[in-house]
């Protein structure tokens, strides 16, 4: 349960950042070149504790690799796992758009062709795909119809599990060739962004990376560090001592290295691609950290089904927030092209917030139920 809970966290969480801090801060800006204020990347002077919990976004990749077992072949995992994010990736951002293209237009904010070119485009990964990364179109906008903020996670996890699946069982059961796959793995990501000046489809680039996080989550699964968190006593003092080390040397990391909040533009310190390797190890820390607290709430009665249910459905938080949320506003505010949301009194924030993950999170769970119950009815 503690995966899920902290899934649930994570996604809540992250809602809330692109809603409340990021409102009116999303058109696309070189994350190389220094803006206004003297910063050269995106999120370099957010607090330490929003660095941190976009470093905790990297749990989902952690936890796909956790309940690796070697049951089924490279082939089948691949394409079992293929299946799981064509569908959300095509419905997020194909259908969902030409939606909100058609909802707009009957609100009478006159989208246009501008507004919904990108979102297709994003298929291949992202408005910026084949862009360099620096020194690219100005004139590239998100558009109104824009609900990918997100989605650019399952993209480059297409590419990320063909790469853990083909190395996983060759590597896991001997601790030098999984740490030797994942510092290649690491260094795959930071050529690729020193010498690719190309914004590659899938976020190609990130994927080695990705399939790093992936492979030790694999290792720690088969530790079952997870399983030896929830059945500790909090009395334990090892409990402890291992989530405020973990904690205390993944804030330190953030400081002395600033990660940002840049996962997605592929700038990951000021060392060019090769910062890859000090981001794994702050993310890394990071996450022990958040599973510790993962396993405290997931002891809480009552909360802990509440957060697992939204870990659960933590994909379909990822595809619908910002559609739902721009369903929301769309009568009250005029979405803009430059930016996802525009800016709103904090109460209202709050509530599009709380509204859009409990929509989401019923919906996920109960219409599935629904449509079997009526298949089997019919039957």
């Known amino acids: ?90 419905v997020g951002l194909i259908v ?42 100005p004139s590239i906008i998100v558009g109104m119809c824009f609900v990918y903020n997100g989605y650019y996670f399952l993209q ?64 720690i699964g088969k530790k079952g560090l997870v399983e030896w968190m929830e059945t500790s006593s909090l009395k334990n003092p090892k409990l402890w001592a291992f989530f405020i080390v973990s904690l205390a040397l993944g804030a330190l990391m953030v400081f002395v290295l600033p990660t940002g909040t840049g996962f997605d533009t592929m700038v990951f310190g000021d060392y060019g691609g090769w910062s890859a390797y000090s981001y794994f190890i702050a993310a890394v820390f990071t996450n022990m950290a958040l599973l510790f607290l993962g396993s405290l709430f997931a002891r809480i009665p009552l909360l802990n089904k509440a957060l697992a249910t939204a870990g659960r459905h933590s994909i379909a938080i990822i595809c619908l927030h910002i559609f739902v949320i721009k369903l929301m506003m769309a009568p009250f505010h005029e979405l803009m092209s430059t930016y996802t949301f525009p800016v709103t009194p904090i109460g209202e924030s709050v509530v599009y917030w709380l509204v859009a993950v409990i929509v989401i999170v019923l919906v996920a769970e109960y219409v599935p139920k629904l449509i079997q119950k009526r298949k089997e009815s019919k039957e």
């Not at 490279?74 to 990736?89: D, G, H, M, S, Y």
């Not at 237009?105 to 501008?114: I, K």
């Not at 059961?173 to 740490?179: H, V």
Request: glycine letters at 6%.
């Open 1 to 90: 349960m503690t995966l899920d809970v902290l899934k649930g966290i994570l996604m809540i969480g992250i809602v809330m950042v692109h809603l409340v801090f990021l409102a009116g801060t999303d058109a696309p800006v070189d994350p190389i070149t220094p803006s206004d204020t003297g910063e050269a990347r995106p999120g370099i002077s957010s607090p330490i504790y929003i660095q941190m919990l976009y470093l905790g976004m990297m749990m989902f990749f952690i936890s796909s690799g956790y309940f690796f077992r070697p049951k089924r072949s490279a082939k089948e995992n691949i394409i079992r796992r293929v299946k799981q994010l064509i569908i959300p990736i095509v």
């Open 96 to 137: 969902l758009p030409t939606i909100l293209y058609v909802y707009l237009t009957l609100l009478g904010q006159g989208p246009t062709w501008e507004d919904l070119y990108p979102s297709y485009k994003a298929v291949l990964g992202g408005v910026l795909v084949f862009q360099p990364y620096t020194g690219y179109d």
């Open 156 to 219: 480059l996890m297409l590419v990320a599990f063909v790469l853990f699946y083909l190395l996983a069982d060759k590597v896991l059961d001997d601790p030098k060739k999984l740490i030797i796959s994942i510092v290649v793995l690491i260094a795959c990501t930071a050529l690729l962004i020193e010498f690719v000046n190309m914004r590659l489809p899938f976020y190609a680039q990130l994927s080695p990376l990705a399939a790093a996080f992936m492979l030790f989550g694999a290792a």
